[in-house]
Each structure stands twice: as structure tokens, then as C-alpha cells.
């Protein structure tokens, strides 16, 4: 497992790299300083797992995570509680208080071998195409989450932003649809209109609809017309 270690305290990097030292399953691949730096060794490194710090000069943690089109696992370290509840609200891998415990950084290692024997054929990578099975940040407000994609079945356009379909709930992202669209794995997603791209995993009946469209309802309750423009793609795909 390739590990990155972000955090401004250089002792705490050292400290961290030294205890990880005890685990020959896990490879430093780099440290960095801040969110900017950490950003460019993201996209170099694809690393499986981020040991991220929360309260950095610049950016925080949190926001870090919202520019990264695809997350690996999160293990957040700092040394104060209060963002305790706000990690657990994220549903990141674990959360290490500083200074870290080695027995309870142990706990967090052997989380991180059990993922990584479901994953092992579906590693973080850096490709254009992203996976069903990666998952993506996402921040509203004070709210934070970690979805899979096979999670989401529906992303809409709401002027400049998009919101995102899950379980119950329907946060705002700061993306543009259509670079969303090229990103996303045709086999599973597709454009049903200028407004929305479904995630076709997640479809429950189809019905004809005016003008040579098609109404198509999703397991959320949803229900989304696809354009005349993309019926016939649609009815190709769907081999109707």
C-alpha cells in the first residue's frame, strides 16, 4: 500500500513515518507540507491512502479532498477533537489523535489491509475514466461524505454547480456537468440531457414520453426525461 503523509508539523511527519516503519506493507511515497503540495503528489504518486492532517496553513483537510476527482482512503490525524465528530460524519477509514499511539495506529493498519484485499483489483488510479467502485468527496456546508459511485444514481446541473443523488440526500458540488460526463464510465452512466446524467444501474421502469422521448424512473423515486436527442443512444445502449 503507498502511503502519503500531509501534514505541516514536521515532527509529526517524522514521528508517523517512524511508526509506520513497523509495517512492511505500507510504502512511503511521499510527504507534503500543505493541501498544494499535496495535490500535485495525489496525481503523481496515486497513492492508496492519505494520512491527512485537518488544520493546515491554506487549505484544510476538508478542502483538499474537494478538489481530488477521486479519494483514496482517508485516515485523519490531528491533535484536536473537536473535528473528532465532522471525520466520523465523513465516514473516512479512521480517525488518530496526536500524538499517535501505536497500538491504536495498528487498529487503523489492519483496516487498511482488510479494504485492501476487496479492492485489490480496483487500485486508485490516475486514468481519465473513473471507476464504479471509486469513491468521490463530497462537502455541503458543514456535511461531508464519502461515496462510491455505484452509490450515486443521479447527478443534476443547478446552474453552476451539480447535485448529487445519494441515499436521502442531494448535496451541492462546485463541478461542471460536462466535464463530470467525460470523467465517468460510459458502461454505467449515462447523458439523459443537458440537466442530467444517471447512473443506469440504478433504473427502474421506462416509458415512452412526448415528442419521440423517453421517461425513465430510478430506484430513488426519480423520475427523468431523456431527451428526444438521446432516446436513440439510450434505446442502443439499453438494446431496446
Known amino acids: 500500500m503507498k502511503a502519503l503523509i500531509i501534514d505541516d508539523e514536521r515532527l509529526a511527519r517524522k514521528e508517523l513515518i517512524t511508526l509506520l516503519g513497523e509495517y ?91 479494504i485492501e484485499l476487496v479492492t485489490a483489483d480496483n487500485p486508485i488510479h490516475s486514468s481519465k475514466v473513473l471507476s464504479i467502485e471509486d469513491q468521490v468527496f463530497v ?32 448535496p451541492m458540488i462546485h463541478k461542471s456537468l460536462n466535464a463530470l460526463d467525460e470523467k465517468l464510465d460510459s458502461r454505467y452512466f449515462f447523458r439523459a440531457s443537458r440537466k442530467h446524467i444517471i447512473n443506469l444501474s440504478w433504473l427502474e421502469s421506462i416509458e415512452t414520453w412526448f415528442n419521440g422521448g423517453l421517461m425513465v424512473k430510478l430506484r430513488g423515486g426519480e423520475k427523468i426525461e431523456v431527451s428526444r436527442r438521446q432516446a436513440a443512444r439510450f434505446k442502443d445502449r439499453m438494446s431496446l
Not at 99 to 109: A, C
Not at 146 to 167: Q, T
Open 24 to 114: 512492511s506493507d505500507i510504502e512511503i511515497a511521499g510527504e507534503a507540507t500543505n493541501a498544494d503540495e499535496a495535490l500535485e503528489m495525489i496525481n503523481e504518486l496515486n497513492p492508496d491512502v492519505l494520512f491527512l492532517d485537518i488544520q493546515m496553513p491554506g487549505k484544510t483537510g476538508f478542502e483538499l479532498l474537494e478538489t481530488l476527482d477521486v479519494v483514496p482512503e482517508v485516515v485523519f490525524i490531528t491533535a484536536y477533537d473537536e473535528f473528532a465528530i465532522k471525520a466520523f460524519e465523513v465516514s473516512a477509514l479512521d480517525y488518530l489523535m496526536k500524538p499517535v499511539q501505536p497500538e491504536r495506529l495498528g487498529e487503523t493498519v489492519e483496516k487498511l489491509r482488510k
Open 139 to 170: 462537502k455541503d456546508g458543514d456535511k461531508c461524505w464519502f461515496v462510491k459511485l455505484a452509490d450515486i444514481r443521479l447527478f443534476e446541473s443547478d446552474g453552476n454547480y451539480i447535485k448529487v443523488h445519494f441515499e436521502t440526500f442531494k
